[in-house]
């Protein structure tokens, strides 16, 4: 079966510091990955999304970056991070080649910039 | 563009009632629909779909309804239960193949017990 991990769970980071936030996938080949950020009480916003390694697209203009480096790992990154960056990180993935599929959540990482 | 739009942001209902959480959207050209279960501090968790070619299908305890012409999706839980208490989200396919999904904003159901 297949299981998607993200850490840290939770992330206390000062303003102007970076960022690394990691998403893992076992147990499936190629997946499309995505991150989400949630702010509270408030719906999902999708950040990146990617079909391969190597593969970003972007949707919404922020500091904020991400990579796959691996086929099945997908990485969100930050050079400086803004309070407004505070919020809970989500990770998903469905199966490979895109048409109409259900996306599987990770546990998300609650990050709080201070 | 597409929306996706829940009715109410926060239902309570009584331990062993039944639920309804309704959910709007605006575009007629997409084929599928979730519902997803989040509790708090965790990720979504998917609880059932429907393609458009269906009208109704059923799982464990919960049932979801595609009014197509109304472009209207409900989710009913059956006998409520205090572990059911979570946000729900209604999700669809966004314009294109890309694979991306469109979220509602989420409602709380509360559970009484």
């Known amino acids: 079966s297949q299981t998607i991990h993200q850490w840290p769970a939770t992330l206390v980071q000062p303003v102007g510091s970076p960022l690394s936030l990691e998403c893992t996938v076992e147990?499936?080949?190629?997946?499309?990955l995505y991150w989400y950020r949630q702010a509270a009480g408030r719906g999902l916003q999708l950040l990146f999304y990617?079909?391969?390694?190597?593969?970003i697209s972007s949707e919404v203009p922020q500091n904020l970056s991400a990579s796959r480096p691996q086929d099945r790992q997908f990485i969100l990154s930050s050079k400086k991070l803004l309070l407004s960056d505070s919020g809970f990180y989500l990770c998903?993935?469905?199966?490979?080649?895109?048409?109409?599929?259900?996306?599987?959540f990770g546990p998300g990482t609650r990050l709080l910039v201070l | 563009g597409e929306s996706v739009g829940l009715h109410l942001p926060t239902l309570s209902v009584q331990e062993g009632d039944n639920s309804i959480i309704n959910c709007a959207y605006s575009?007629?050209?997409?084929?599928?629909f979730i519902w997803y279960k989040q509790e708090s501090g965790k990720g979504p968790q998917f609880i059932i779909d429907?393609?458009?070619?269906?009208d109704k299908r059923q799982g464990q305890r919960v049932t979801v309804l595609l009014n197509k012409t109304v472009k209207h999706l409900s989710l009913q839980i059956a006998a409520t239960q205090p572990g059911d208490s979570a946000v729900y989200f209604c999700?669809?396919?966004?314009?294109?193949?890309?694979?991306?999904?469109?979220f509602g904003q989420g409602t709380t159901l509360q559970v009484k017990p």
């Open positions: 575009n007629s050209a997409s084929d599928y």
């Open positions: 999700a669809k396919n966004g314009a294109g193949n890309t694979g991306k999904l469109i």
């Open positions: 429907i393609r458009s070619n269906m």
């Open positions: 990617s079909v391969g390694i190597g593969q």
């Open positions: 998903a993935w469905t199966r490979g080649a895109f048409g109409i599929e259900t996306q599987y």
């Open positions: 147990g499936t080949s190629n997946p499309n």
